[in-house]
């Protein structure tokens, strides 16, 4: 039997497709895909795919993994002209397969509120909600520092042999409702998210980037990163990495004295601007009202305020 041409063909990406992705046209303006294509060509097994449409290339879509068993899907762009047709349902539907072939337990992606096209795309696939996320991008640390105002400050480094008991008194109220696992920013990347455990802690608290501030029922605990920019300056020159904070718990006092400690830190290193990855429950409102309004897709040096959503599909759940 004949295949249709028009129907379209997912596949696995190849050195020769780079300029198709490149000419791609999308609604994507001042897009990172150029400055991490050719390190995701290079990746074996390939995890950069594509959707393939009369033969040329309509989209493409990259897979990482974020933990063990927990995959994530992103860089999703589907060409203008093929806009409207099913094809980003098809293609979203191929991708979660091959993660789960691939022996993903999870497979979450997050994509801005304003984004009607993909919310319907979940809502076609039943993939379910499963948190909203705030990411505050490039904050001026001094600003901020401004913002929080005079008062104590402090940021205890927690020592790696502390970690563990540090989650079990702090974890088990983090986890959402409906009993899923609460859910963190990866250490390198504000953008990408894996569940929040002891592990992760652990491994925070050897790298120097989890801190403490206060004792008993007033202490707080704040995690941090270290991650590129989403949209590297010009020139094509990879960005410098820039601190973020992952996670934020405790006390409100605590907080503050925590976040005073660790922007006087970072501006005594040269650091002019850190990012906030948490979810929406966390008592980020002083941060919001610092930020200007949202708007999609600002260029990358400028301070906002980013509203997401998060969604993802456990193996046991089947898509339509």
Do not use: K
């Amino acid at each position: 039997m004949t295949r249709d041409a028009s129907t379209p063909r997912f596949r696995a990406a190849r050195p020769e497709d780079r300029a198709a992705i490149l000419a791609l046209p999308t609604r994507f303006e001042g897009d990172y895909v150029p400055y991490f294509l050719d390190e995701w060509l290079a990746e074996r097994p390939v995890r950069l795919w594509v959707a393939e449409v009369e033969g040329r290339v309509a989209g493409f879509a990259h897979l990482t993994w974020t933990a063990p068993g927990e995959a994530w899907l992103h860089a999703m762009r589907i060409g203008v002209a093929h806009e409207g047709r099913g094809l980003g349902t098809a293609f979203t539907r191929w991708q979660l397969e091959q993660a789960r072939a691939a022996g993903a337990r999870v497979v979450r992606l997050i994509t801005e509120e304003a984004n009607a096209a993909v919310h319907r795309i979940m809502e076609r696939l039943g993939v379910p909600l499963l948190a909203r996320w705030r990411i505050a991008d490039r904050m001026p640390v001094d600003a901020l520092l401004a913002a929080l105002g005079p008062g104590p400050e402090e940021a205890r480094p927690v020592p790696p042999g502390d970690a563990r008991e540090l989650a079990a008194d702090r974890l088990a109220g983090a986890r959402p409702a409906g009993g899923r696992p609460a859910l963190v920013a990866v250490a390198g990347s504000p953008w990408e998210l894996r569940s929040l455990d002891a592990g992760v802690l652990a491994e925070a608290a050897s790298r120097r980037q989890l801190f403490l501030a206060g004792e008993g029922a007033g202490r707080a605990v704040a995690l941090l990163g270290e991650g590129e920019e989403a949209a590297p300056p010009a020139g094509g020159v990879r960005p410098a990495r820039e601190p973020f904070l992952r996670w934020l718990a405790g006390g409100e006092a605590g907080r503050r004295r925590l976040l005073r400690a660790l922007l006087r830190g970072f501006r005594a290193q040269g650091v002019e601007r850190w990012s906030v990855s948490l979810p929406e429950e966390e008592r980020t409102g002083w941060l919001e009202e610092l930020l200007p309004a949202w708007q999609p897709y600002a260029p990358h040096d400028q301070a906002r305020w980013i509203r997401l959503r998060v969604y993802g599909c456990e193996r046991r759940e089947a898509s339509a």
